[in-house]
């Protein structure tokens, strides 16, 4: 009889969940035609708000009679671009596999150095003033010192891109590692799990959100770096290169265009990329819901 | 209709002594002072049993939950777990831990989040954990066995609470402590709660002690009430539930189960002014 009576509660509250847990992550279905303008206007919007910045520029330019040196229109820009296709690929490559080693150095020291500093307060207090000094120093301001150290070429070029990518990496390093839940912390401990199972099963998945933000940021500061480094350092490829070169020679402002394009267009495809490879590795997240 | 119940089939023998603690003291230091979190605390607890520690907050029940299961350390006093240091006892994986919230895995599955425990310090447990078909039976009992495939964040609150509930229950162990595992729910989902966790208890040959500050939830779930007052934390009385086995909602209208809450209500009154 109890069984019964057990069983038959359970059922009802199982079902009545069912529709709970379905409703509760799925935003209101828009219907309707004017749910169907509403979900593409969506989609759109940031198609629109492109075509109308560069509409403006290439006509403004037109209408405002502009100078091309001082501000070519984009159609000028892209045949530049289009019209010297391989210049513009080399020297891409150059920057992206700068900015990527640097990125990628920056990620790992940062991981390690932040493994250390979630485990110890002691040396989290010891490691952030440092940490702060490195963030709030203008990079331009020691680029030539890192030069003078290194030397020209490609090896100073990484160490500006890694330095100015580290500090985010390591700091949402740190605050991602501590943000497991208390709870799933004493649970483990619990079961004695050893530290290494809860650093790897929980603290390191539990970081994954913050370290996509860090991330984010550091698409944006690696590009930075590289342009930086193969401004200092001498460099004889690269889009940092091109840009050098186009503003000692003032009539060359459309391989200057150019190669903003190109950066412009890196930084916006990681920043794609990234979201894409977020979007499912973290789907448990609260930051991919809406 | 007993035949249809597995609750009665689990035979309990609740002389074997399987808790013990002794004359156990906690002192917190604080800023200005200590605080006597526990004082000279005596309880044994048979295997099988369940048992609640009753009292309102700050008067030491989720500390000393702690202390049993090794996660706190005690000021001075001896516990043993089948005489074993609590330390030794975690250490072989003999506790099944229910946290007051549900605590689950957000980025696992509930199916990966019920036998998250039973995963870590794989090989320690000196009992068999439960395989795959116990788990689902049990998922099954609990009305989750169609969610296995969903993640936390698609779950409702006490969906979560009861993947809690099973995720201990999974480990196998002989010891099930939980630690207001229910005060976060509505008042609805947490009497049909109290229910399910009995169905499972009694599938299982586990000891459970429970810490509410619930004295009806004390009182339907439990073969013991420990009371406990604050202030310094200490045990204020032991009182044996007689009510029947197994435990109904309709027994929560007998005029037993009301004597018995009126007789802890009084208990609580005597030593919380």
Redesign the interface.
């Known amino acids: 009889m109890s069984m019964i009576g057990t069983t038959g509660v359970t059922g009802g509250a199982g079902r009545a969940d069912a529709m709970e847990a379905l409703g509760a992550d799925e935003p209101e279905r828009i219907t309707g035609r004017i749910g169907r303008v509403r979900r593409v206007l969506r989609m759109a919007a940031p198609v629109i708000g492109l075509a109308v910045f560069f509409l403006a520029w290439q006509y403004g330019v037109k209408v405002f009679d502009i100078k091309k040196f001082l501000l070519p229109r984009p159609s000028d820009i892209l045949s530049t671009l289009n019209g010297d296709k391989s210049f513009f690929f080399r020297m891409a490559r150059t920057t992206m596999w700068e900015a990527f080693a640097g990125f990628a150095i920056a990620f790992v020291a940062a991981m390690v150095i932040a493994t250390f500093m979630a485990h110890s307060r002691f040396i989290e207090r010891a490691v952030l003033p440092l940490a702060v000094l490195i963030q709030v120093t203008p990079i331009i301001a020691y680029t030539p010192a890192i030069v003078a150290w290194q030397g020209y070429g490609f090896k100073s070029i990484i160490v500006v891109t890694a330095l100015v990518c580290f500090v985010p990496f390591l700091i949402n390093g740190v605050t991602g590692m501590r943000s497991v839940d208390a709870n799933l912390i004493e649970l483990a401990r619990s079961v004695d799990a050893s530290k290494r199972e809860v650093f790897f099963r929980l603290r390191l998945p539990s970081a994954l959100p913050s370290l996509f933000s860090a991330a984010r940021i550091a698409v944006g500061l690696a590009l930075i770096g590289a342009v930086l480094g193969e401004y200092f350092a001498g460099s004889l490829s690269g889009l940092g290169y091109t840009i050098k070169v186009a503003q000692n020679r003032r009539a060359l402002g459309l391989n200057l265009w150019g190669a903003i394009y190109v950066l412009a267009f890196i930084g916006a495809a990681a920043t794609l990329l990234l979201t894409v490879v977020e979007r499912v590795a973290l789907h448990w997240h609260s930051s991919q819901r809406e | 209709?007993s035949e249809?119940?597995p609750?009665a089939t689990v035979e309990r023998d609740r002389a074997e002594l399987l808790v013990s603690v002794r004359n156990v003291t906690k002192t917190f230091r604080q800023r200005g002072g200590n605080v006597q979190a526990l004082q000279r605390v005596d309880l044994d607890i048979g295997r099988g049993e369940f048992v609640s520690l009753l009292g309102p907050s700050g008067c030491g029940k989720s500390t000393l939950l702690r202390i049993i299961?090794g996660?706190h350390e005690a000021s001075s006093g001896v516990v043993t777990i089948n005489g074993l240091d609590p330390d030794t006892a975690?250490?072989a994986?003999q506790?099944?831990?229910v946290?007051?919230?549900p605590?689950l895995?957000?980025?696992k599955t509930l199916g990966q989040n019920v036998r998250f425990?039973t995963g870590?310090?794989r090989g320690?447990a000196a009992h068999p954990v439960m395989s795959d078909a116990e788990i689902d039976g049990l998922l099954e009992?609990?009305?989750?066995a169609?969610?296995t495939k969903?993640?936390?964040?698609?779950?409702?609150g006490?969906?979560q609470q009861r993947a809690s509930l099973v995720r201990a229950f999974a480990?196998g162990a002989p010891i099930l402590?939980m630690d207001e595992p229910f005060a976060a729910l509505d008042e609805i989902?947490r009497a049909?709660m109290r229910?399910?966790l009995l169905?499972m208890w009694g599938r299982t040959n586990t000891t459970v002690v429970f810490v509410t500050h619930s004295v009806t939830e004390a009182v339907i779930l439990s073969d013991r009430v420990i009371m406990m007052a604050a202030r310094p934390g200490r045990i204020a009385s032991d009182r044996q539930i007689d009510l029947p086995r197994?435990?109904?909602?309709e027994m929560e209208d007998t005029a037993e189960f009301h004597e018995t809450v009126r007789m802890l209500r009084a208990d609580l009154r005597e030593f919380h002014r």
Do not use: C, I, N
């Open positions: 209709m249809a119940s609750v299961g996660l975690r250490a994986k506790y099944g831990l946290p007051q919230a605590a895995v957000p980025w425990l870590l310090h320690a009992t609990v009305g989750l169609g969610f969903a993640y936390p964040h698609e779950l409702s006490g969906m480990l402590l989902t049909d229910y399910l169905d197994p435990r109904t909602p």
